[in-house]
């Protein structure tokens, strides 16, 4: 196959899975359903009264304040209702191909064909990319900053640092997780400079570098000073985030793992033969880009990881979507610099094989809602009266339900505490502190049901386990430590408990819970009548 063959074919093929990708796109849009609890935290942050207020509770959401900044904007120009919402999502997730292809045509081969298979094909983009919270547009930000670097390494002008700079420094202020990336290019970069001698280009790379990090510098303290994130903290490994990160690269993982491992030996592999070959003796740009990618590749891995090792977080597969970006889209560029005919063969391959397989393996995952939250919320305004109780279990539920419940009838969460916009951990580190912090829930159950009105559970409560203490002791416990996901399910069994034992029947029904996420698919406890 000669070279404008396969052109020609790259190019059809490239144009065929983004048609693809922009259609399961628009199917994620319009299936995607009301916005899920860390969505509706980010919308009710930038709704907050005041800008100062805004800012002085973004920690609470794990975005820089530019994010919950921007939502603020366009909440305030275009409203708050979901299909707006979704759309500015969708447009979003375009933009990360977009400029996937801007990176390909200015720096690389003109197709992205590796990106579009590996990633725009993936669930995990698929359904994360267009959510409203900052991982699609920190992607595209990462995604741009990296094309512009690898243009700034072969031509070092003004205008390409200065392009490097605003891009690296928006998308780290975008999201938190860009920023070991970031890190790493820059280091690649300096690495590259050094070992050419190019000492005044590594300086500058440097000094951008270290100015961006201090523009950085006001949120990261304000991060570090979150002394209530020991609580949702958890005893990560790296057997335990490289399980997770394999369920990330999509499904089944059994077949995906393989194919992303399998794809990353043989560039990475031919392209420290090509470096060793060619270092020396033929020092041109495309060599110097190759050396560029590949330790930023490998640095890359290592400082995510290391992060998240750091933060202790109990993960999800969108925690690694920014980390799957920048390798897909450095591997796509890595390609295009080798200039390799037969890999650009397996790569045509490769992308016409996902063609046919991977949207069928995307479906179920594209097509699910995200949330049953809205019709739960939407059935109490209907069926709860004014002087009837709503439990919302566990309290991290109260967040969704604050932003779809309009009903008259009193709610409080399990535990109660005083705001339901963002994700208070730090009220919740007060409530492990206490002595019996479900004194107040289980006094208002007791009030309800013995005047004869129903207490509506959302969310259900976790039934007695034989032989086990219901109670923690005030935080730290000496078995459980600081862990919230202790005390969040000894107070679903205290709240199981005392509504077995008190009241006298109790009904569970579930709302549109075939096709909901298991994040956020909650079921509805109806509880009636006292007794001692």
């Not at 077949?255 to 070959?277: D, N």
């Not at 391959?349 to 991977?358: E, M, N, Q, Y």
Request: net charge positive; aromatic share 12%.
């Amino acid at each position: 196959m000669n070279t404008p063959a396969i052109k020609r074919a790259e190019l059809g093929v490239a144009i065929l899975i983004s048609l693809v990708v922009i259609f399961l796109l628009v199917v994620r849009a319009t299936h995607a359903g009301a916005l899920w609890r860390d969505e509706c935290g980010v919308v009710q942050l930038a709704q907050m009264p005041t800008f100062a207020e805004m800012l002085a509770n973004f920690v609470h959401q794990s975005y820089p304040p530019l994010f919950p900044t921007l939502i603020r904007v366009f909440t305030t120009v275009a409203g708050t209702n979901a299909a707006g919402l979704r759309s500015l999502g969708f447009i979003i997730a375009l933009g990360v191909i977009g400029v996937a292809w801007f990176n390909s045509r200015r720096v690389g081969d003109g197709q992205p064909l590796l990106f579009l298979s590996l990633l725009g094909l993936n669930a995990t983009f698929l359904t994360s990319g267009p959510s409203l919270r900052a991982y699609g547009l920190g992607c595209l930000l990462f995604l741009l900053t990296l094309g512009l670097a690898a243009r700034a390494l072969r031509e070092p002008s003004k205008r390409n640092l200065i392009a490097v700079l605003i891009a690296a420094s928006a998308s780290i202020h975008i999201h938190l997780n860009n920023v070991p990336l970031i890190g790493a290019m820059a280091a690649s970069a300096v690495i590259v400079f050094l070992i050419r001698s190019r000492f005044k280009h590594a300086i500058v790379t440097s000094t951008l570098a270290a100015v961006a990090a201090l523009s950085f510098a006001p949120v990261w303290l304000s991060y570090a000073a979150a002394d209530w994130s020991r609580v949702v903290g958890y005893p990560i490994t790296l057997t335990f985030l490289a399980q997770k990160f394999a369920t990330a690269l999509g499904e089944p993982s059994w077949i995906m793992v393989p194919i992303w491992a399998l794809v990353v030996f043989i560039i990475i592999g031919f392209s420290i033969w090509r470096l060793r070959a060619h270092w020396r003796d033929h020092p041109t740009s495309d060599v110097d880009l190759i050396a560029f990618l590949v330790g930023f590749g490998a640095m890359s891995i290592f400082a995510y990881f290391a992060m998240l090792k750091i933060l202790r977080y109990p993960t999800s597969p969108w925690y690694y979507l920014p980390l799957m970006c920048a390798c897909a889209g450095a591997l796509d560029l890595i390609v295009a610099a080798l200039h390799t005919t037969w890999l650009r063969i397996g790569r045509l391959v490769l992308a016409a094989t996902a063609l046919l397989i991977f949207p069928l393996a995307d479906w179920h995952s594209v097509i699910q809602r995200d949330t049953n939250i809205d019709v739960v919320a939407k059935e109490l305004e209907k069926n709860a009266s004014a002087a009837d109780l709503i439990i919302v279990n566990p309290w991290y539920f109260g967040v969704s339900f604050n932003w779809y419940y309009h009903g008259f009838a009193r709610w409080m969460t399990v535990p109660d505490i005083s705001d339901h916009r963002v994700h208070r951990y730090d009220l919740i580190k007060a409530k492990m502190l206490e002595q019996e912090p479900m004194s107040d829930v289980q006094e208002a159950i007791r009030q309800t049901l013995q005047s004869e009105h129903k207490v509506w559970v959302v969310g259900g409560a976790r039934p007695a386990i034989s032989g086990v203490d219901l109670t923690l002791r005030p935080a730290p416990d000496p078995q459980f430590g600081w862990s919230s996901q202790a005390y969040i399910s000894s107070w679903s069994i205290q709240l199981g408990d005392f509504l077995s034992t008190h009241a006298i029947d109790g009904q569970v029904f579930s709302p549109l819970a075939n096709g909901v996420d298991a994040t956020e698919n909650v079921p509805v406890l109806v509880a009636r009548g006292w007794r001692d």
